[in-house]
């Protein structure tokens, strides 16, 4: 088995897989979203503290699995790097004391493999990865062989909700919250313009959209529930058509096979619909992870370790740091 940490940002998490079937044995996840909401966003130092009190808890009660471990896994990129130093001093104390390797795993990787939990493994696969810090399109051949095709130039899809949210006053996180609120309101009453449609990149951009809602937020105070609804919804739609437009490009003259989606902000249903109309117009077939393993958690982390495991991926102590930035996949 493989014990697993997962702490890049601000959920603390542990699991334990098996290696030979990939059956995930234990899951647990303390969120700290109710300690961060107030805030607006994520405070990093508030982070670790929080961590620090929360692994060590979680951990107890994967104790009686500890003499069946044949390695520790552990996110160590990309993410908030006070939070992912938390997970890491963590393995390498369970390193030490239970004398296993250590598995260092990239995050991103992690949630290209929250789609093989409850399904054999596809590959190759082309993935849309949304989440708080990353919007992208990649081509996965294997484990080492990931191809950015698109990516953000500022702030990323799931972020974007976040400001949104905080904008209106409304909690964090706000993607949630931002498609519940659309889903009472009217997608066409603000005509938001969709970010890059002119342009020939095969990029993402988010920030001009934020401010387009910014100004339309100043524009109709006093604000009330149904304007912040139509809000939320004309703004959602938009954010959606953005990324459909560039799937579209991307794919134009590209043969698509398997499209899966990942990330925390991949459980928005609006997203998965088009999505889903999307894959059908070019005969492909759409891959999603169950909803529970959208956001992050240590079950990707585990089941990604499993093939680390298999290619012998153990990192000596010494060497394994915490890297905020992503370096792992080519551009
Ligand atoms: O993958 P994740 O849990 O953390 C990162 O690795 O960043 O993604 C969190 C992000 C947040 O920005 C959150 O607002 C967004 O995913 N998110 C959503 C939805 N649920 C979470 N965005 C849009 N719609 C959702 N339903
Ligand atoms: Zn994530």
Redesign the pocket.
């Known amino acids: 088995m493989i014990l697993s940490i997962e702490s890049?940002?601000d959920?603390s998490s542990i699991a334990i897989t098996r290696i030979c079937d990939g059956a995930l044995l234990y899951h647990k996840k303390i969120s700290q979203e109710l300690d961060h909401s107030v805030y607006g966003g994520v405070v990093p130092e508030l982070a670790a503290r929080l961590h620090a009190l929360a692994l060590p808890k979680i951990l107890e009660e994967t104790k009686a699995y500890f003499p069946e471990l044949k390695a520790i896994a552990v996110t160590n990129e990309p993410g908030l790097s006070v939070s992912l130093v938390e997970g890491i001093v963590m393995a390498k104390a369970l390193s030490v004391a239970l004398k296993l390797p250590i598995l260092p795993i990239n995050?991103l990787k992690g949630?290209i493999y929250s789609l093989f939990l409850e399904q054999k493994t596809q590959f190759p696969l082309d993935v849309l990865l949304v989440?708080?810090?990353?919007t992208q399109i990649l081509h996965i051949d294997d484990y080492d062989h990931i191809y950015i095709m698109a990516t953000t130039l500022d702030d990323s899809?799931?972020?974007s909700?976040?400001k949104v949210s905080k904008m209106l006053g409304l909690g964090y996180?706000?993607?949630?919250i931002?498609?519940q609120y659309a889903k009472e309101g009217n997608a066409q009453a603000f005509n938001f313009t969709v970010p890059l449609s002119n342009s020939p990149k095969m990029a993402f951009s988010f920030s001009g959209l934020k401010n387009q809602v910014r100004l339309c937020i100043e524009a109709h105070t006093p604000m009330d529930d149904t304007l912040r609804a139509d809000i939320c919804a004309s703004f959602q739609k938009v954010a959606i058509a953005h990324l459909m437009q560039k799937l579209n490009k991307v794919y134009k003259n590209k043969p698509l096979r398997h499209l899966g989606v990942v990330?925390?902000?991949s459980?928005?249903l609006s997203?998965r619909a088009e999505l889903e109309k999307f894959v059908q117009s070019h005969d492909a077939q759409l891959h999603v992870a169950p909803l529970a393993y959208?956001?992050?958690n240590a079950a990707m982390i585990g089941r990604c370790a499993i093939d680390a495991y298999k290619l012998k991926r153990f990192v000596p102590m010494d060497q394994i740091l915490a890297h905020p930035r992503s370096s792992e996949f080519i551009k």
């Open positions: 890049s940002c959920d995050h949630h989440s708080g810090g990353h899809f799931g972020e909700f976040d996180p706000g993607g949630p931002v498609e990330g925390g902000a459980a928005n997203l959208c956001s992050d």
